[in-house]
């Protein structure tokens, strides 16, 4: 079993940045694949970025690469997701999750937070 806990949210104005964490417990933190996925309103769940916790490799949307960077930090149990450039259409709930493969795909996932909410104002 492994819980997540994010935080790092909240309201922020366009063109600026923000860091997300996500604290995880229960299980050996290097031995996860963590992810980040996003969901605004009204439209569905989607993949942000991820990282392997064991080799530090990362997977970061297409659509996110120039804007975001993720990062681990295995002596605190953490995973960080850094948005730079924010804009409104950032604006979502912003989930964790952890697995064992470093994947851009939900069902990828077995565990995930509750997530925070990030709201962008132009």
């Known amino acids: 079993q492994v819980h997540l806990v994010e935080s790092g949210g909240g309201l922020v104005q366009a063109g600026g940045s923000l860091l997300l964490s996500c604290a995880a417990s229960?299980?050996?933190?290097?031995?996860?694949?963590m992810g980040w996925f996003r969901q605004a309103p009204g439209k569905e769940r989607e993949f942000v970025a991820a990282?392997?916790?064991?080799?530090?490799?990362?997977y970061i949307s297409h659509d996110m690469t120039d804007r975001s960077t993720i990062s681990g930090d295995t002596a605190k149990n953490t995973v960080y997701l850094q948005i730079n450039s924010l804009k409104p259409e950032d604006t979502a709930v912003y989930y964790c999750?952890?697995?064992?493969?470093?994947?851009?795909?939900?069902?990828?996932?077995?565990?995930w937070g509750q997530g925070t909410q990030v709201t962008v104002s132009s």
């Open positions: 990282i392997s916790t064991r080799s530090g490799g990362k």
């Open positions: 229960g299980r050996t933190f290097s031995d996860l694949a």
């Open positions: 999750a952890a697995g064992t493969v470093v994947a851009g795909i939900e069902s990828k996932y077995d565990y």
